[in-house]
């Protein structure tokens, strides 16, 4: 494929794969060349990990880009944790990013809160297992209406939980818990910016998410009231068009 195609890169979240795009991009349109890389420890790249933290996911999403042929600016579309790493990345290779869609992620830092309820994940993975963890982590990503509707989508994150190892579940949960405020990016962005945001997530902040919005230059914005923290598998359609609205916005219609 040309390497001069208009790219669009997706980046997954936590304990999730590229697998976790494979429906959302079925469609998308041939004018664009689709990367999917598997971030360190997910998926199939298991090759040892020594650093988690998410500037070295952006040198290695940058490494990824590099092998693939894949010099010119990319849109980055980026589920959670995905959005920490193109974050880290806009921040010290802005002349790499045409565009960043942020999908149920945030510039912030963790509160306190959040890195001791990390601290505790880490604790209960540790102890009883990482198999054990996604039977109750999952669930609660998605909005309440959801929850035991699309059983499939739940399925397919917990199978793919299930399968990511010890290593990379601690290593990534003190990554994002060490991970800085990183608003400025956003407000200094010289490309457009999309923010994603489900009303009933509870790992990012709605009203967060609405402040965050506001900051780029060029802001594109889709707020979804029947969503959790999961805006690609519980409202599939309107987030697929909002991305779209953006490359043609980034590239060019």
């Known amino acids: 494929m040309s390497t001069t195609l208009p790219t669009i890169v997706f980046l997954h979240g936590f304990a999730e794969s590229r697998e976790v795009w494979t429906d959302f991009t079925r469609s998308f349109p041939d004018g664009y060349r689709l990367l999917m890389p598997n971030l360190p420890g997910h998926g199939t790249n298991l090759a040892p990990v020594p650093d988690f933290s998410m500037e070295a996911q952006a040198r290695y999403v940058i490494d990824y880009l590099n092998q693939k042929d894949c010099p010119h600016p990319v849109l980055l579309v980026c589920h959670s944790m995905g959005g920490y790493v ?49 039977e109750s982590f999952v669930r609660p990503l998605f909005a309440p209406t959801n929850r035991d509707k699309l059983t499939d989508a739940r399925g397919l994150l917990e199978e793919i939980g299930k399968a990511t190892p010890v290593s990379t579940i601690t290593g990534a949960l003190r990554g994002m818990a060490a991970r800085p405020e990183r608003t400025q990016v956003l407000a200094t962005a010289k490309f457009p910016v999309l923010m994603v945001a489900g009303k009933h997530d509870v790992a990012v902040h709605f009203d967060d998410a609405v402040r965050q919005a506001a900051l780029p230059a060029e802001a594109h914005a889709l707020f979804l009231e029947g969503s959790g923290h999961l805006a690609y598998l519980e409202q599939p359609e309107p987030t697929r068009r909002a991305v779209l609205a953006l490359a043609e916005a980034v590239f060019g219609g």
């Open 86 to 134: 193109a974050l880290a990345l806009a921040e010290r290779w802005p002349q790499r990013v045409a565009g960043l869609a942020l999908v149920n992620s945030t510039a912030l830092a963790d509160t306190d809160e959040k890195r001791q309820n990390r601290e505790k994940n880490i604790g209960f993975v540790e102890k009883h297992g990482v198999a054990k963890f996604m």
